[in-house]
Nanobody, 127 residues
Framework: QVQVVESGGGSVQAGGSLRLSCAAS??????????MGWFRQAPGKEREGVAN???????SYADSVKGRFTISKDNVKKILYLQMNSLKPEDTARYYC???????????????????WGQGTQVTVSS
């Protein structure tokens, strides 16, 4: 069973940076992790897709983070990253890593595209 575990969350002041990591284990083939992504959920709000990436490196970002966040993936180590720059208080949320195998769904920033989920890591941005 594929497992993904996030790390790197914390507290930072507005304008600062953080890098989240997501380590995958329990996979058999690299295609088990074809689509990987980051979601976030703030208190009282729905979970939203932040960014996603395929094994081919195709990426997609939410408009609210374009130009500030960068998703990347180490296909050898099977680690997913989210570099977050110019952080704003509205970026405060619990951030979740997710993975979906090839053929599961089209890779997109929707929860249905992902089969495996982490427990999340908290990011707090103060003004």
């Amino acid at each position: 069973q594929v497992q993904v575990v996030e790390s790197g969350g914390g507290s930072v002041q507005a304008g600062g940076s953080l890098r989240l990591s997501c380590a995958a284990s329990g996979y058999t083939y690299s295609t088990d992790l074809y689509c990987m992504g980051w979601f976030r959920q703030a208190p009282g709000k729905e979970r939203e897709g932040v960014a996603n990436i395929t094994n081919f490196g195709t990426t997609s970002y939410a408009d609210s983070v374009k130009g500030r966040f960068t998703i990347s993936k180490d296909n050898v180590k099977k680690i997913l990253y989210l570099q977050m720059n110019s952080l704003k208080p509205e970026d405060t949320a619990r951030y979740y890593c997710a993975a979906g195998p090839y053929g599961w769904q089209s890779c997109a920033r929707t929860q249905s595209a992902f089969r495996y989920w982490g427990q999340g890591t908290q990011v707090t941005v103060s003004s």
